[in-house]
């Protein structure tokens, strides 16, 4: 039977929020959008990313932050006996000169990245969206439908598509860093 005792640290809750961002960043960057675009109609597919995005990107911000607090410093005295240092727990231990590139700067990227998409990426985008679908309107023809398309709708085309990319690519980079980041934390481990 498990300690128990571990609840009252702040590793399980490092370790439980870590699993919440990578696995929530997995599934909906390569397994629930992909199979929302090919099972969906675009319109529906649009809405549901539209209704989606600001819940998924507000947690994506919430647990990095989280993670800086929830920060499990090593302070026993197995890591001390065998030539590491003792270093603190929370924000202390995520703030600590030794821990700047490898904690403190992967999870400050994370951040960074979502909180782009969450204030500026996602709005842009949708914003962009909904001036494409009155323009769809004024023309008589989707965005998507084959050319020619007005002056107006091969802007929004290209904006659109600027954003969504500059939008994946966001997510794309705060994946690789909350994997480089796994990385850290597995090293503890051993």
Not at 45 to 62: D, K, V, W
Not at 112 to 127: D, F, I, Q, R, S
Request: aromatic share 10%; glycine share 8%.
């Amino acid at each position: 039977m498990p300690d128990l005792s571990i609840l009252g640290s702040l590793a399980p809750y490092h370790i439980l929020t870590y699993g919440t961002l990578l696995g929530s960043s997995i599934f909906q960057s390569f397994i629930g959008g992909v199979v929302a675009f090919k099972s969906l109609p675009r319109a529906q597919f649009a809405t549901l990313q539209t209704a989606i995005f600001p819940i998924y990107f507000s947690l994506q911000s919430a647990c990095p932050i989280l993670l800086a607090l929830t920060y499990p410093g090593s302070s026993s005295t197995r890591n001390a006996l065998l030539g590491g240092s003792i270093s603190p727990s929370g924000y202390r231990g995520f703030l600590a000169q030794e821990n700047r590139w490898s904690v403190a700067g992967p999870i400050a990227a994370i951040l960074a990245a979502n909180l782009l998409n969450l204030v500026w990426a996602g709005p842009k985008t949708n914003e962009i969206m909904r001036l494409r679908k009155h323009q769809e309107t004024r023309d008589g023809k989707k965005a998507y439908d084959a050319p020619p398309h007005s002056k107006a709708m091969q802007k929004f085309n290209k904006d659109f598509s600027r954003m969504h990319g500059v939008s994946a690519s966001l997510n794309l980079a705060a994946l690789a860093m909350t994997v480089f980041y796994g990385v850290v934390l597995a090293e503890r481990i051993q």
